[in-house]
């Protein structure tokens, strides 16, 4: 069964500090894929990032950038020089390629509560 | 930018009472799911449905949970006889379905909080 750990409940930095949200996963798939989502404090869900489970390449995109290692199981988000905006709480989620066929449920952590100071 | 929309975005309704709750998901998509998520909890998956059927469930979505498409736009979540712990933000996702290609994200609606009393 596909299992998401986020261990950091809240996190609180001030205004342009780094952040990293640590995320640990565990599957049993050899296919599978991870994502992030920022809940605000309006309550949407909003897409930020994906990754394969075949593509370990870390990325930056704008302020946010990500650490995938497949040999730590860890998949984590961090955000550089952060703003008030970034307060959300921040949700690691996993589906697992062979899960119902293509049907990609996703498995969530529990999140993480990123309150950003001025 | 094309979004999930889901309808009513509030809604109360006694114990007992059967709810449907409205989504109409990304026009070319073609999964959609229902997720929940209890007030400071993580969020869960409900069901998935693919190609007008239910494609999985959890084992959160009992006999007293249905799903459908009853045209070309709209997925609806109903629940017959709600309980208080029924009571929850509910999500519509939906997913474009790239063939040959890899998973691709679940694009969420805003949600409705479900409150029962």
């Known amino acids: 069964a596909q299992k998401v750990t986020q261990a950091q409940t809240e996190i609180s930095v001030v205004e342009k500090e780094d952040v990293t949200l640590d995320c640990v996963y565990e599957?049993?798939?050899?296919?599978?894929?991870l994502f992030w989502y920022k809940q605000p404090p309006s309550g949407e869900l909003v897409f930020l990032i994906r990754?394969?489970?075949?593509?370990?390449q870390n990325e930056i995109s704008g302020r946010y950038s990500w650490n995938f290692q497949k040999s730590t199981s860890s998949f984590n988000f961090t955000i550089t020089a952060s703003q008030v905006v970034d307060s959300a709480v921040y949700f690691c989620?996993?589906?697992?390629?062979?899960?119902?066929?293509?049907?990609?449920?996703?498995?969530f952590g529990k999140g993480t509560l990123l309150t950003v100071n001025p | 930018e094309p979004e999930v929309t889901q309808t009513p975005s509030h809604q109360v309704t006694q114990m007992g009472q059967e709810v449907i709750l409205r989504c109409v998901p990304i026009?070319?998509?073609?999964?959609f799911y229902w997720y929940r998520q209890i007030l400071g909890q993580k969020v869960e998956f409900l069901v998935s449905f693919y190609n007008n059927e239910i494609s999985e469930k959890s084992e959160i979505f009992d006999d007293q949970f249905s799903v459908e498409r009853p045209d070309g736009s709209n997925f609806t979540l109903k629940i017959r006889s709600t309980k208080l712990e029924d009571s929850a933000m509910y999500f519509c996702?939906?997913?474009?379905?790239?063939?040959?290609?890899?998973?691709?994200?679940?694009?969420f609606g805003d949600g409705t909080r479900l409150s029962i009393l």
């Open positions: 026009s070319n998509h073609l999964y």
């Open positions: 599957t049993r798939d050899t296919t599978y894929y």
């Open positions: 996702a939906s997913r474009l379905q790239v063939y040959g290609g890899s998973n691709q994200p679940q694009h």
């Open positions: 990754r394969n489970s075949f593509d370990e």
């Open positions: 989620a996993l589906s697992e390629a062979t899960s119902g066929g293509s049907n990609y449920k996703l498995t």
